[in-house]
């Protein structure tokens, strides 16, 4: 059996040269002048001669500089704000690490500007734009994918610092904050094959998403590590929300050779899927087996989702410790964090309600996973 592995990991990636946001220096290098100069162009200072302070004004024209940038930067002042932005605040898991954020900013005597991408690109750009021209402390950032790249990049440039959360971003050096996902996805499978199931689906969110690429993959190493080769149809992805869950999973539950069981790569998934089968009458547990990602209490009437339960609040709690290191100078090599995930068995994968559940590993031997406990409820 090939071992699944959690670990905490530093991780350093190659940046390319991009322009970044305005700074003084780029205002004074076009001008021809130093940076004081330009402080006292922007100040009004009569320390400076005409044809200067028209060259200096041309530049912060052709530049588009926010002069308000300026003094707080040569002084070291910090604006006391710091943004940020989540692909979709409809999701719980992203709420949870909105307050494990706010928990700790707070406590700083940080402001946090929130922002919600709704899991587009173009919004996203727009967001990191406006935060950038404002110049905050810093940016801690649940990125859509890899479109996120140049913008924060940019940012990186200007001096602003960034703490990725969930998914990380290619090209980029920063600290990344995220749950453990190939192992409890890989945990998740392997429990569905020990109740027997052989043809097991997979809705797994939005193929730009990190996490979500993560989860797919232990998910594809479970099932060929028991013999089995992914089937590909079998596989569906698309937006994290309920919706998409409902319309991937009836489009699944209604071939001729369905899955009998399903693993969603969120909990809005799950709920989705269970929508499906409940239209098309089929019991959930006994028709169909359903796990999922993300502990979040369902609704009267629906069985209790056996999950990966991330630790989303102290996913938030830690992104925002990171980001204050790096605002008071700390300048150490980035590092990826995982946290433990724990799989929490209860009904909805066709164990006992009561609690007396199967081990994930059970039928296989020993836990291969070193990154994610396993609980029955």
Do not use: W
């Amino acid at each position: 059996m090939r071992p699944v592995t959690n670990m905490t990991k530093k991780r350093r990636t190659r940046s390319r040269p991009l322009p970044g946001l305005v700074t003084a220096a780029q205002v004074a290098e076009r001008a021809g002048v130093s940076k004081m100069t330009v402080s006292r162009v922007v100040n009004g200072s009569k320390r400076v001669t005409d044809e200067t302070r028209r060259a200096v004004k041309t530049a912060i024209k052709e530049l588009g500089f926010v002069p308000s940038q300026l003094a707080r930067r040569l002084t070291g002042r910090r604006l006391g704000v710091v943004a940020l932005l989540v692909p979709d605040l409809a999701n719980p898991f992203f709420t949870q690490v909105i307050h494990g954020c706010e928990d700790v900013m707070r406590d700083a005597g940080f402001t946090i500007l929130l922002g919600n991408s709704g899991e587009a690109p173009h919004r996203e750009k727009s967001f990191l734009e406006t935060v950038g021209a404002l110049q905050v402390d810093g940016v801690i950032l649940g990125a859509t994918g890899d479109a996120a790249t140049a913008a924060v990049q940019r940012l990186q440039r200007a001096g602003i610092a960034v703490v990725l959360i969930d998914r990380s971003v290619a090209d980029v050096d920063a600290d990344l904050v995220v749950g453990a996902a190939v192992t409890p996805a890989y945990l998740l499978t392997q429990h569905l094959l020990g109740h027997g199931h052989r043809r097991i689906a997979m809705v797994g969110g939005s193929p730009e998403a990190s996490t979500s690429r993560d989860r797919i993959r232990g998910y594809r190493d479970a099932l060929r590590d028991h013999g089995i080769e992914p089937d590909e149809r079998l596989i569906m992805g698309g937006a994290f929300t309920r919706e998409v869950g409902k319309t991937t999973g009836a489009a699944l539950l209604v071939a001729p050779d369905r899955p009998t069981a399903i693993v969603a790569a969120n909990s809005l998934l799950a709920f989705g899927v269970i929508d499906a089968a409940l239209d098309l009458d089929l019991r959930v547990a006994k028709d169909l087996a359903v796990v999922s990602f993300d502990d979040v209490e369902v609704t009267a009437g629906r069985p209790f989702l056996t999950c990966a339960d991330q630790p989303a609040e102290e996913v938030g709690r830690i992104a925002a410790v990171r980001l204050l290191k790096r605002l008071n100078g700390d300048e150490s090599p980035a590092e990826t964090i995982v946290l433990d995930t724990q799989v929490r068995i209860r009904a909805s994968c066709g164990c006992d309600p009561g609690g007396r559940s199967t081990d994930p590993s059970a039928a296989f031997g020993e836990n291969p996973a070193t990154g994610s406990q396993l609980a029955g409820e």
